[in-house]
């Protein structure tokens, strides 16, 4: 116990000194690219680095939703919106072509763009875990492939792949999801490891849960009404889920700072040690919940509903919180997500 009291308060030592010495990037003037950027944590992002200074490019599948944040970005900052299916590598070089003929090189990448798939794993078919690693996995290594070279022979250049709590713990009823996300903390980190001799920087971010709105457009399967009610509950639950303003803001300052990682929220960061220090015990904790309290399968089944679909029973109480951000966050545009 002492050994590891004493190696605690050593990365703890190690940790502050990285905080006080490490020198803070400058974004103003910077051109960024944030991929799912017109809503929700990419949004969110967006308006911290408009406020820095940076000149932005954000992309996004839906164009009334980059219509929405367009027209409250480029009021603070130069931004380019462009209408992106980033699972197609032809789509992401087109964008970052676009990127560079507005406001040049890209100094910063937010690789953000994501969706949320929920059911048990006996709904869930091959088509959801291609459609999860396109998203998360191919996507963000399409946009890494496009600027890495260019950022090499800069010599200069900062990434943040946003993954997810659920990239480093497996999550039930979430398979798909988490396997994609596991994905992308394994090439964020070993980017790093690769580039750092480059000059580029890349911070890898695992928020647990965060009140973006994102419930409404996550996609059920199964019992959905019933999925959604204990996934939209964990969202709006104080003191579990976090402010996503104040994630946003900390993802900014870890790019800054040059951090490895970030993993957002005590909660998170918690359940990420237990499942380091203790991997059967959390294991069958998680084993417990999926067969006690989760949903059976059952419902709609293979079919998938998205959040906004799903409300049923579910008290408008239990989910205030998601539903406020949901409105300040450009995530009420269901329909053409």
């Known amino acids: 116990m002492r050994l590891l009291e004493t190696a605690l308060l050593g990365l703890g030592a190690y940790a502050a000194y990285r905080w006080l010495a490490t020198p803070t990037y400058d974004f103003n003037g910077k051109h960024v690219l944030i991929t799912g950027g017109a809503r929700g944590l990419g949004l969110l992002i967006a308006r911290e680095l408009a406020g820095k200074g940076a000149k932005l490019t954000i992309c996004a599948r839906s164009t009334d939703d980059l ?21 197609d590598q032809r789509q992401v070089d087109d964008l970052i ?17 994501g969706i949320i ?23 963000a290594l399409y946009t890494c492939l496009a600027v890495v ?20 713990i497996a999550v039930p009823h979430m398979l798909a999801y988490t396997a994609s996300k596991f994905a992308v903390t394994g090439l964020s980190h ?28 996550a996609e059920f399967k199964g019992r959905n009404e019933e999925e959604y009610r204990w996934f939209a509950t964990a969202a709006g639950f104080p003191g579990f889920s976090v402010n996503a303003t104040s994630a946003a803001r900390a993802i900014v300052a870890a790019c800054a700072r040059g951090d490895a990682e970030l993993i957002i929220s005590l909660p998170a960061r918690v359940a990420v040690m237990l499942q380091t220090l203790m991997p059967g015990w959390f294991d ?30 579910t008290p408008s109480l239990l989910t205030a919180l998601p539903d406020q951000a949901a409105r300040e966050n450009n995530e009420m545009n269901v329909a053409h997500a």
Not at 67 to 87: F, I, Q
Not at 97 to 113: E, H, S, W
Not at 191 to 209: I, K, S
Not at 287 to 305: D, H, Q
Request: one cysteine or more.
């Open 117 to 139: 798939g929920v059911g048990p794993m006996e709904e869930m078919r091959l088509e959801d875990f291609d459609l999860a690693m396109k998203t998360h996995f191919w996507a």
């Open 190 to 217: 070993g980017l790093r490891q690769e580039l750092a001799e480059d000059g580029v920087v890349v911070t890898t971010v695992c928020p647990g849960v965060m009140r973006t709105g994102s419930h409404l457009h």
């Open 284 to 313: 069958e904790l998680n084993a417990l919940i999926n067969r006690f309290i989760l949903p059976e399968p059952g419902g709609i089944g293979t079919a998938r509903a998205k959040g906004a679909e799903s409300r049923g029973a």
């Open 149 to 168: 070279p260019e950022m090499q022979r800069r010599r200069t250049g900062r990434i943040v792949n946003i993954s997810s709590l659920g990239g480093k």
């Open 97 to 113: 072509a676009q990127a560079r003929g507005r406001f040049g090189p890209i100094d910063v990448l937010v690789n953000n763009a």
């Open 67 to 87: 219509d929405g944040a367009l027209a409250e970005l480029s009021p603070r900052a130069p931004t380019l919106a462009v209408p992106c299916d980033v699972t």
